[in-house]
């Protein structure tokens, strides 16, 4: 069958359907549907038999998808068969690949965050990287996951990335050798005997239960003046996990809502008694790095008027993602809701705005080292 056999056939079946699920869409826009799949199919008819190469039909509908859910938001994606197969790799904590999340601008890839102690993040990738090639080939034209795939690969295989960054004229290249991603979202430590750090670099399923074991240790310390919560370059991940986290500083208070077009999505969540660290000072650090659950958890503690932000402003990652599986066992990464904050401002495309701004300074900054003013700040203050 030609593609315009198949759009003759399949489109009106397909919006017969869509007709009888939404029972809300009138005459006239009916006829526009119509008219807008009769000049799909005119275009595709077109392109099969002028293009000057043939076309991969499949290929075809893979594109027509993905230029779909692209124009919904950036974090909309299909992923087919192969790619979610590698996709739900990631959940188990160990996958191979560079260590950075990342988000689609402009028709480039844009880094959220390098994870800590990656390929990425030792190369010298930095949230807010816009990667333009990777192997020498432009990232335009290609779909988000398309460039995910490609930057995948074997363990001790190296790739070459070219990343346009704020404030330099000239594109840098990276040539980083692919690992194995081992994600350990907590780390701690005291800061002369009486600071305790706590440096969450992701939320995975057990990340609010490490971080209450490293509460623990450090409130033996009978002269612990106040805490560091370090959320630099911490792209998100799971929304109980951020909610369980807020909750660990909170004793009442809500701490974030969403919403959506369904009455399920609609829904809050409210902390419980038991601030874990007994009221003493908390300074939140968030950077431009500091993403979707990062931006919770900080909102929702200044907010709550538990904690003082510092640094810089977040990514403005304020949506829910929802993977639904297809029948061809790829599936759909789709918006379902948006995060808003207890005071009802939403994050998303905006972020979270520090109560004290501290940039980064200089090139050989690094997080968590003797070159990162701004723990040193935050240091300084809650010992001050």
Do not use: C, H, W
């Not at 099969?48 to 974090?75: F, H, K, R, T």
């Amino acid at each position: 069958m030609n593609i315009k056999n198949y759009f003759k056939y399949i489109f009106p079946i397909v919006t017969i359907i869509i007709l009888n699920l939404s029972g809300k869409v009138y005459s006239q826009n009916i006829d526009k549907l119509y008219e807008k799949i009769d000049l799909f199919s005119e275009v595709l008819e077109i392109i099969q038999n002028e293009y000057v190469e043939d076309i991969d039909q499949a290929e075809a509908m893979d594109s027509a998808i993905n230029g779909l859910l692209q124009s919904l938001d950036p974090y909309s994606a299909y992923m087919n068969p192969e790619i979610f197969k590698e996709s739900q790799s990631e959940t188990s904590g160990e996958f191979g690949g560079l260590g950075i999340e990342v988000s689609m601008e402009g028709g480039v890839v844009k880094v959220i965050a390098p994870i800590d102690d990656t390929p990425a993040s030792r190369a010298g990738i930095k949230a807010g990287d816009y990667i333009v090639k990777i192997n020498a080939e432009q990232v335009r034209g290609k779909t988000l996951m398309e460039a995910v795939n490609v930057m995948r690969g074997p363990v001790g295989s190296s790739i070459e990335l070219t990343v346009r960054r704020k404030g330099f004229k000239k594109a840098k290249i990276f040539k980083i050798t692919r690992e194995i991603i081992e994600i350990k979202s907590v780390i701690s430590k005291l800061f002369d005997n009486k600071v305790g750090y706590l440096r969450l670099r992701a939320f995975n399923q057990n990340s609010s239960d490490q971080l209450k074991k490293e509460i623990s240790k450090i409130e033996k310390n009978k002269k612990l003046v106040g805490y560091i919560l370090d959320l630099r370059n911490n792209p998100g991940g799971l929304l109980n996990q951020a909610i369980e986290i807020t909750d660990l500083f909170l004793n009442d208070g809500e701490i974030v809502s969403t919403k959506g077009r369904k009455s399920r999505e609609n829904r809050k969540f409210f902390a419980r008694k038991g601030d874990k660290i007994k009221g003493k000072p908390l300074i939140v650090l968030i950077n431009n790095g500091s993403a979707s659950a990062s931006e919770i958890v900080a909102g929702a503690l200044q907010d709550q008027k538990r904690a003082v932000l510092l640094g810089e402003s977040t990514f403005g990652k304020g949506s829910v993602q929802s993977i639904i599986p297809l029948k061809n066992k790829g599936a759909l990464r789709l918006t379902i809701s948006k995060y808003y904050l207890p005071s009802g401002k939403s994050i998303s495309e905006v972020g979270v705005f520090p109560d004290i701004k501290i940039e980064e300074e200089g090139e050989e900054f690094s997080i968590n080292t003797e070159t990162d003013n701004q723990l040193n700040y935050a240091i300084k203050l809650l010992i001050g």
